[in-house]
């Protein structure tokens, strides 16, 4: 890998800041090499989570594929017990959304992303909650989840005892963005279902949370994982704002360039930055990768045109493939009994080369994702 790979061709600087300037394709590498994308890692699934710095998990299952994708000879079983065994938790963070990631990072981030969920609770619920005791509501649904496990609509309703004229959705809310509820097993587990769970961090993990709130850690986390990256970049990835200062503390730390439109660029000093043309496998992403909900500019993975056929306007972020490194289609798993058939709808067309490596891979991804099927088949679906 070079240190400092060659620009893209038709890049050109546009202003007189230092640092070289890196084109889409550029970038575009250096992302896949960080998320383990180039080639499989021979990483543990803790080690692996722990790099990226967790993944996006509203559904239990994109973790498992995200993992899979990524790692050699991935088990389901590495994934479970770490969760089983409270070394991985799934919990609200980033973005407000729920992610899965080591029981180390939970303590770690979730103090530092406090502004965000208390921020995101009054967006959509603060009417619904307006003049009420947010500490003595937080207070009781501490009590109650550490009582026993509670869901949701339990919490709710248990907390609507006490404040009878408040809408349970909300009072539940309130405590999950003030209170750091984890999600217990068998919520997460490969192949298990049933209702989220959830009780407190704490009680959970053992372990009072880090006191340190300031977000510079998790910046040059998320540049190892996702780098390099505008400051705008780390703020679509957390959800924080104001990130600037940070970023100002860290620059003696840091490395710059300039991106195709004059960006300024933040990164590790050693972190990998692979030649631009480096050849690339195809890949099948999960729902709700973040590869694709982590920059301002999505163009290093996703050109814009294809962006409406990914993200949904209910917030469901669908499957893809990788073709050159680049989002180039759909992928889903249409179930039927003991079959399974893997549905691959390319957004163009593709090579020869292409498309058999596509069906390769996702022989394998059937053979990962559908063990228990009878049959397996996959259909490309031609692009109209």
Not at 53 to 75: D, K, N, V
Not at 193 to 201: D, L
Request: charged share 25%; proline share 8%.
């Amino acid at each position: 890998m070079e240190a400092n790979p060659k620009p893209d061709s038709t890049v050109e600087r546009s202003d007189s800041r230092p640092g070289p300037v890196l084109g889409t394709r550029a970038l575009n590498r250096a992302l896949l090499a960080r998320q383990l994308l180039l080639r499989r890692a021979s990483m543990s699934a803790y080690d692996a989570l722990e790099h990226l710095a967790g993944f996006q998990a509203q559904a239990p299952t994109p973790p498992y594929i995200g993992l899979w994708t990524r790692l050699e000879s991935f088990r389901h079983e590495e994934l479970s017990d770490l969760i089983v065994n409270r070394q991985a938790v799934r919990i609200a963070l980033m973005r407000s959304t729920i992610h899965l990631v080591t029981a180390r990072d939970c303590v770690g981030f979730r103090p530092v992303l406090q502004p965000l969920l208390e921020r995101a609770l009054i967006g959509s619920y603060g009417k619904r909650l307006a003049g009420l005791d947010i500490a003595a509501l937080a207070a009781a649904g501490r009590t109650l989840v550490e009582e026993r496990p509670r869901t949701f609509s339990e919490l709710g309703r248990l907390l609507q005892e006490q404040w009878p004229d408040r809408d349970p959705s909300a009072l539940a809310n309130a405590v999950r963005n003030f209170v750091p509820l984890v999600q217990i097993p068998p919520r997460g587990i490969w192949g298990s279902s049933g209702q989220a769970a959830h009780t407190s961090a704490e009680a959970w993990l053992g372990t009072p949370l880090s006191s340190d709130t300031l977000p510079d850690e998790m910046i040059l986390r998320y540049l190892a994982a996702f780098g390099p990256a505008t400051v705008k970049d780390m703020q679509v990835w957390s959800g924080l704002t104001r990130l600037s200062e940070a970023v100002d503390r860290l620059r003696p730390q840091l490395r710059t360039f300039i991106d195709r439109i004059g960006n300024e660029l933040f990164d590790l000093p050693d972190a990998p930055l692979p030649d631009p043309d480096a050849p690339v496998p195809v890949r099948f992403l999960s729902e709700f990768d973040n590869m694709l909900l982590s920059h301002d500019d999505r163009t290093r993975i996703i050109a814009d045109e294809h962006r409406p056929l990914v993200f949904t306007e209910n917030g469901i972020i669908r499957a893809t493939i990788l073709v050159d490194g680049f989002v180039n289609g759909l992928w889903t798993i249409e179930r039927k009994r003991k079959a399974a058939d893997l549905i691959i709808r390319p957004f163009g067309p593709l090579s020869e080369e292409a498309s058999d490596a596509l069906l390769e891979e996702g022989a394998r991804l059937l053979e990962f994702a559908a063990a228990d099927s009878v049959t397996r088949e996959i259909r490309m679906v031609s692009p109209e």
